[in-house]
């Protein structure tokens, strides 16, 4: 039965990668099983290129960037040069190298050079491959990107394939496979930028593995009447018989109706199955093909018809659908919403515009991807994944502090006004919203219970401690209960917004310490905009072990020259966290070592009692600098002070603009993407500060709707 089902798999395959565009980030993949044969290829194909568009800076004479060509080894497995090369890798896909002002590779050139160097890398098994399949979006030009001259600038859009993600492919079993044992998701996230559908559309045997294993486990299982006809050995296995139960097969997973060749192929491939297995095998091991066509496992975007006068294309009405569909939520398109498809209301601008506007309007449909994308943009949700000891904060709930952030970012969108500021600002927090009411009430019943029976027996209580309900979730808001009202409005000289509340100072600490770094680089690249190069290999980034003093007297390790060029841009604005210990608790003194008290704690045999600590005086001041923005640099007292400053900055909000932009899109931005961005960042000041007006405006937009032509392979 193995034989006719594997070859109808190929078919499938082959149709999923018979299409070939060129991504720059996506070069096509070759493998060199020997050093002879990837110097073989070098020598052959890019060798040539980079003699001419990279020796003449890159040479002995002139070193630029510390490279000589010439003398960079080819073999990475046993030479040092790894690193260069994934650093070149990085800015030949980035389009980076040859600067914008010297003649340019085409793109067939820089897929040589790109398709080599990964080839190479994996050969020699070289971790300095990881993660540069896309390169940091902040990287292109903010100041072009928001320049009026480059708003009709023609967009920049590759043809692509998307494979589906993991929570897309998990409503669809939740739809389609309700019920059926042993379906599993084949798929995880592809984090290959700042978030995490922004990854390489690949499909490896583990995954391809699994999602045979779910067609037929799913196939095995329908019961249609169309499908229990075939398997009725007394009717016969007619082609009409066997086309309608392709059609609803179709139907139920694509969402359409199997042209003419498709049903033919399907046709002929049951009769083929039946012929060779039986109907108790052949039928099922049929429509389990339908499962794993590509349009099942891949999001398409490629575009449809003619070319405009621009030379792109749009995408398809359906396709457009989809898209919509997933920007909001997992669930294929409602409806309504293929009708719009079907009717030609999605062909144009106005018509898309509408169609996410009543996505967004409607309270019954789910949207997760729009919370998402802030779980992902502040990522607050990382607190779960930070261990803290209990003995040092008994209270401590990660879980309950991720879902009163979840609500506060629901409550600031659901009323949709100055949406970045409100949430860069807010003094307003939800404290244990789900069961904090609950949990006073039992207390005051617990403590009222403890009062009677001591006054009725004080002997007997004489050394009890009064009862304790739950975890105190709301210490970690310097809160003495929980609050009557939600959301709680905290003291506005302690918390501004989601980067002061207690799940995001967790999700960027340590286990027993605040982590400064961290914070800063959060800040320097999700609001500055700015670019912090990766750690070398060669850095130990370990911060002395000196329990005596201050996070910041520990820090001033990172103010060494080799380190300074990378911490200019982070401890300044890391640091004004300081004002809150590592469980987000607001503070006005740090706790170190007294190192003469502890070694003066001992018994009488002089053995010591345990390290004894002391409260010293906290500096949570902080710099915004190296920026390039007038106005918006200068020194901050404390955090507070610093998101306030942030929040009214028109660059920061910009910032935001193009991280809504990659997540969206699904993609990094780039210079020809400037009209959308400054057409989205306009859709958001008019509005009041609306995020469903941005959204409008970047589905509508030329970026998500057109595609340049897909060319094929020569």
């Known amino acids: 039965m193995k034989r006719p089902f594997a070859m ?3 078919v499938c395959l082959t149709g999923a990668l018979g299409l070939t565009v060129w991504l720059p980030t996506q070069a096509a993949e070759v493998r060199f099983p020997t050093p002879e044969e990837s110097k073989t290829a070098y020598e052959k194909t890019v060798q040539p290129l980079l003699a001419r568009h990279c020796a003449g800076c890159h040479n002995a004479d002139k070193m630029q960037g510390d490279l000589d060509l010439a003398t960079l080894e080819i073999d990475m497995k046993t030479g040092n040069s790894a690193g260069r090369w994934a650093a070149l890798l990085e800015r030949v896909i980035n389009k980076e190298m040859p600067p914008p002002a010297r003649p340019q590779p085409s793109d067939e050139e820089r897929r040589a050079i790109v398709t080599w160097i990964q080839a190479e890398l994996k050969r020699a098994n070289k971790s300095s491959a990881r993660r540069i399949a896309h390169a940091n979006g902040n990287k292109v030009d903010h100041a072009a990107l928001f320049d009026p001259r480059n708003a009709n600038l023609p967009p920049d859009v590759t043809p692509r394939l998307r494979r589906i993600s993991p929570e897309i492919y998990a409503a669809f079993l939740a739809e389609i496979a309700k019920g059926v ?33 779910n ?20 009717k016969p296995l007619s082609d009409a018989a066997i086309e309608a139960a392709v059609q609803s097969q179709y139907q139920r997973v694509l969402g359409r109706k199997a042209n003419a060749d498709e049903v033919k192929r399907l046709v002929s491939l049951m009769q083929r199955n039946v012929k060779d297995a039986g109907r108790a095998k052949g039928v099922p091991y049929s429509l389990a093909a339908i499962y794993l066509l590509p349009e099942a496992v891949y999001r398409w975007e490629t575009g449809d018809g003619k070319p405009d006068e621009r030379g792109l294309n749009r995408l398809s009405p359906r396709a457009i659908a989809h898209a919509l569909a997933y920007a909001v939520g997992d669930r294929r398109p409602d409806a309504k919403l293929l ?51 209990d003995k ?10 991720v879902e009163d952030t979840d609500r506060l970012v629901e409550y600031i969108l659901e009323r949709d006004k100055n949406v970045l500021a409100e949430l860069l600002t807010t003094n307003k927090s939800f404290v244990a919203y789900k069961n904090g009411a609950s949990m006073k009430k039992k207390r005051i019943e617990a403590l009222a219970k403890y009062e009677r029976e001591k006054a009725a027996n004080p002997e007997k209580f004489k050394n009890k401690k009064p009862p304790k309900v739950g975890r105190e979730i709301f210490q970690a808001y310097n809160l003495s209960d929980f609050p009557d009202k939600q959301p709680a409005e905290l003291p506005a000289e302690q918390r501004a917004g989601i980067l002061t509340q207690p799940a995001w ?3 960027f600490s340590t286990a027993d310490d605040n982590h400064a770094i961290l914070r800063g680089k959060w800040v320097r690249e999700r609001l500055l905009g700015g670019v912090v190069p990766d750690l070398p290999i060669t850095v130990d980034a370990q911060l002395p072990e000196a329990p005596h003093k201050t996070l910041r007297q520990r820090m001033a390790v990172t103010q060494e020259s080799y380190c300074w060029k990378c911490h200019i841009k982070m401890n300044d604005v890391g640091l004004p966290f300081e004002m809150f210990d590592h469980f987000g608790r607001f503070r006005k003194s740090e706790r170190v070592l007294d190192p003469e008290a502890t070694a003066k704690n001992v018994d009488k045999k002089g053995k010591s009692l345990g390290p004894v600590y002391r409260e010293t005086a906290l500096d949570a001041g902080g710099l915004i600098a190296q920026v390039g923005v007038p106005g918006l640099e200068g020194k901050v007292e404390n955090a507070v002070a610093l998101l306030h400053k942030l929040a009214k900055s028109e660059h920061v909000e910009q910032v935001f603009i193009r991280h809504a932009f990659r997540y969206w899109m699904g993609r990094n931005e780039t210079p020809h993407d400037a009209g959308t961005l400054q057409a989205a960042h306009k859709a958001y000041r008019e509005s009041g500060g609306s995020m469903k007006a941005l959204v409008i405006a970047l589905v509508s937009s030329d970026s998500f709707l057109y595609r340049a032509p897909v060319r094929a392979e020569k």
């Open 8 to 10: 109808w798999f190929v």
């Open 181 to 213: 044992p042993g379906v599993d998701n084949p798929f995880s996230p592809e984090v290959g930028g700042t978030f995490k559908d922004m990854g390489a559309p690949k499909i490896d045997e583990p995954v391809t593995q699994l999602l045979i294993r």
């Open 215 to 234: 067609a037929v486990a799913i196939a095995e299982r329908i019961k249609t009447k169309e499908v229990t006809t075939l398997l009725d050995e007394s």
């Open 339 to 389: 009708a719009d498809a079907d009717t030609g209301k999605l062909a144009t601008r106005d018509g898309v515009a509408a169609a996410m506007r009543r996505l967004l309007d409607d309270s019954k449909t789910p949207k997760p991807r729009l919370m998402r994308f802030f779980r992902e943009y502040f990522g607050y949700e990382a607190a779960r994944e930070v261990f803290k000891n």
């Open 392 to 401: 040092d904060n008994p209270e401590h709930d990660a879980r309950t502090l």
């Open 505 to 507: 100072l967790v999700a």
